[in-house]
């Protein structure tokens, strides 16, 4: 890093432009596919039984819904703060603060949990080898993470989205590698499971629609931060052409890799009932089926990949989270400091060092009261979809106004689809708040805190609204 001051500059600018497939990377490394592969779908199978797959394509269809109002929007507004410049552009400037601040709690609540989730898949690593951490010692590689993503993200973009892109990649292959040899394995007749090539498990079967569409919404968690990459779009080479694409992108990767996970997985477990039961009641799908279907050793590699995936994420929603502050402070909101790059990497290094830091704090210091890695990661999970459920609405409702706008260039049919969205974000709050048991009844009021804070900033400065809406329209 530079030993010059960072100095403050209109738009963070990488020595070379981000393309498509750099800023898919960041969407798809927030996404973290191993991670979610390994976790999301065990919660599925305890509800709708053998149609799991079926419950991503529903998952994969909402999150279709929620993208349109993302790739629609970033066609014409190209800006570093993603909900932000969007629902400001067309909402307001006040409405684009609180969805803004509403994002930023998101990844910041995300990146904590990421922090955690890094934990356990290092302590499932250690696992598979045999070696047991003592209570307490997660900790020690959650602030190893910590600080090789803040090593990392103080580095350029461009290099910090490649990293991702390795990652992401290794992982995604060797995820598809496993799902192969289990398909070729049950084909042949050469599986522990007699429930063969089961093809219904695409179909919703016995699973009743209220099950499948309350699955959904954990299924919809797989695709969390779909729209990270939007954060770079002033270090993007053509942001009108690259960012929505890129956005839509991360999306349909994430999907077809999703459902098609899931049913190897499903299959995999069998789909009578003993299987159904080993699905659900597994702690990590991937290593357990990595260990049936191949051996001991692949289990131990998707273990590391997992845990490099896991990582991988942190970097994505920290730099996401830096992106937002770099862009809030720019419009006059919190230190100065957080609007400064640094000359020679052109990063927001002190919004860097804060999103990452205080990331790595939130998570160690569960720590420090008893809660484990995996509380961690559920705890904070919980909290930053709810802030991200009002985000990604705001977006919605950007996209409806804009609709109505002269010259919109958005026929008024493709309305559906922004409120088909709506519908599917409100039913994903209410599932996260109704029928809860402590500490989850918490984090609502927690993240809803978060976000009447953020409302309460912009309606007490109305100076503040005024630079983000002069901002904003300048760059519109």
């Known amino acids: 890093m530079s030993n010059q001051d960072p100095t403050p500059v209109a738009a963070p600018k990488t020595k070379r432009p981000l393309g498509t497939?750099?800023?898919?990377?960041?969407?798809?490394?927030?996404?973290?596919?191993?991670?979610?592969?390994s976790l999301n779908g065990i919660g599925v199978a305890a509800l709708v039984g053998k149609s799991v797959p079926f419950t991503f394509l529903v998952a994969f269809v909402g999150t279709l819904l929620v993208a349109y109002g993302f790739v629609r929007l970033t066609r014409r507004i190209t800006h570093a703060g993603s909900v932000y410049a969007l629902a400001g552009s067309t909402l307001g400037p006040r409405a684009g603060f609180f969805g803004g601040f509403a994002l930023?709690?998101?990844y910041i609540f995300f990146a904590a949990c990421i922090v955690g989730a890094c934990a356990v898949f290092f302590e499932a690593m250690l696992g598979e080898m045999g070696i047991v951490l003592a209570p307490g010692l997660w900790m020690i590689p959650a602030l190893a993470v910590g600080i090789a993503a803040l090593v990392l993200n103080l580095r350029e973009s461009a290099i910090v989205a490649r990293t991702l892109l390795a990652i992401g990649f290794v992982g995604i292959a060797a995820m598809l590698v496993l799902a192969v040899v289990i398909i070729v394995k049950i084909a042949a007749g050469d599986a522990?499971?007699?429930?063969?090539?089961d093809v219904s498990t695409l179909m919703p079967g016995d699973a009743p629609i209220t099950a499948i569409m309350t699955a959904a919404v954990f299924g919809f968690l797989s695709w969390a931060g779909f729209e990270s990459g939007t954060s770079l779009a002033e270090e993007s080479s053509d942001p009108k052409r690259v960012v929505p694409r890129a956005v839509l992108l991360a999306v349909i990767v994430g999907g077809l890799v999703y459902v098609f996970m899931m049913f190897a997985q499903t299959i995999g477990f069998g789909t009578d009932e003993a299987g159904i039961a080993a699905f659900a009641g597994a702690s990590s799908t991937l290593t357990t089926l990595a260990s049936t279907y191949i051996g001991p050793w692949f289990a131990v590699m998707i273990s590391i990949i997992a845990f490099l995936v896991a990582f991988g994420a942190l970097l994505s929603s920290s730099t996401a989270a830096s992106r937002l502050m770099f862009a809030l402070?720019?419009?006059?909101?919190?230190?100065k400091a957080f609007a400064k790059l640094n000359p020679s990497t052109q990063v927001p290094t002190y919004s860097v060092i804060v999103a990452v830091g205080l990331t790595t704090i939130m998570t160690l210091v569960l720590g420090l009261f008893q809660a484990t890695s995996v509380d961690a990661y559920y705890w904070y999970a919980t909290m930053g979809t709810l802030c991200m459920v009002i985000a990604y609405g705001m977006t919605s409702i950007g996209v409806?106004?804009?609709?109505?706008?002269?010259?919109?260039?958005?026929a008024k049919w493709e309305l559906i689809f922004p409120i088909m969205a709506l519908a599917f974000l409100g039913?994903?709050?209410?599932?996260?708040?109704?029928?809860?048991?402590?500490?989850?009844?918490?984090f609502p009021w927690l993240a809803g805190a978060w976000c009447v804070i953020g409302l309460i900033i912009v309606l007490s400065r109305p100076a503040l609204a005024k630079r983000i809406g002069t901002r904003l329209t300048v760059e519109d």
């Open 21 to 37: 497939f750099e800023i898919t990377a960041i969407g798809i490394g927030f996404m973290g596919p191993v991670m979610a592969m």
């Open 104 to 106: 930023l709690g998101t």
């Open 192 to 197: 522990p499971v007699a429930t063969g090539i």
């Open 329 to 335: 402070a720019r419009d006059g909101f919190g230190p």
């Open 400 to 410: 409806i106004r804009h609709t109505f706008t002269p010259n919109s260039g958005i």
């Open 427 to 442: 039913y994903t709050y209410v599932i996260q708040v109704v029928g809860q048991e402590a500490p989850y009844t918490y």
